[in-house]
Structure formats: C-alpha cells, structure tokens
C-alpha cells in the first residue's frame, strides 16, 4: 500500500492501513516478537530524528534569546515544520520489517538451536 515519491523509493503510507498479521510474523513466526522488533526500531528512528532536530536547531540558538526572537525566526519554523510532516517513526519501522530491511536476531532461540 506504499506509493512512490520522486526519488523512486517506496514511501511510508501516510493513513490507517489494514495489514495481515499473518505478514507480520513471516520472519520470526511469533507476532509478537515482530511487534518488539518494531517496536525497537521504531524507537531507533524515533532518537535519530530527534538527534537531528536538536542539531539543526542548536544551530539557530543564542543565549539571550527574547519572546520577540524567538517567534521571529523563520528558519527554526521551516525547519520544524518539515520534521512534522515526516511519518511516523512506527510506520517506518513497520514497512521496513516488510521490506526485510531490519536485520534482527534472537539470542535465546540461537541457544536452543545448539
């Protein structure tokens, strides 16, 4: 259900899409385990972005800055809004273990194994 942007590359679903749970424990046979796999990477994505806004916005801060600056600086506004219009660290994460994409493993079922 993903579309394609301009760059050519599948891009994350931006609404409430239906998904087969029987996709989603293809790789690890246990949905649940699928769920924490996601869960995991979605949290991963979610500190990445966060790193880079931080960065980018650390960029724009002065120590003495006023109520007036504040509201007046564009280019934190612009660079906020694009972060918000970003998808969802979840959907992400979710379309990446569809796409194989996460590399993920279980070390007490490695165990077991032996």
């Given at each position: 259900?993903?579309?394609?942007?301009?760059?050519?590359?599948?891009?994350?679903?931006?609404?409430?899409?239906?998904?087969?749970?029987?996709?989603?424990?293809?790789?690890?046979?246990?949905?649940?385990?699928?769920?924490?796999?996601?869960?995991?990477?979605?949290?991963?994505?979610?500190?990445?972005?966060?790193?880079?806004?931080?960065?980018?916005?650390?960029?724009?801060?002065?120590?003495?800055?006023?109520?007036?600056?504040?509201?007046e600086?564009?280019?934190?506004?612009?660079?906020?809004?694009h972060?918000?219009?970003?998808?969802?660290?979840?959907?992400?994460?979710?379309?990446?273990?569809?796409?194989?994409?996460?590399?993920?493993?279980?070390?007490?079922?490695?165990?077991?194994?032996?």
């Open positions: 259900m993903s579309t394609v942007n301009n760059n050519n590359k599948p891009a994350v679903a931006s609404s409430t899409v239906t998904r087969d749970l029987r996709e989603l424990d293809k790789g690890t046979d246990n949905i649940y385990e699928s769920l924490v796999i996601m869960g995991k990477r979605a949290n991963q994505i979610s500190n990445n972005i966060k790193e880079e806004l931080h960065q980018k916005l650390s960029e724009f801060a002065s120590s003495n800055d006023n109520l007036e600056e504040v509201f600086n564009r280019e934190q506004i612009e660079i906020s809004k972060y918000e219009k970003l998808p969802k660290p979840t959907l992400v994460a979710v379309q990446e273990f569809l796409d194989d994409k996460i590399y993920f493993r279980n070390p007490a079922k490695e165990a077991k194994e032996i």
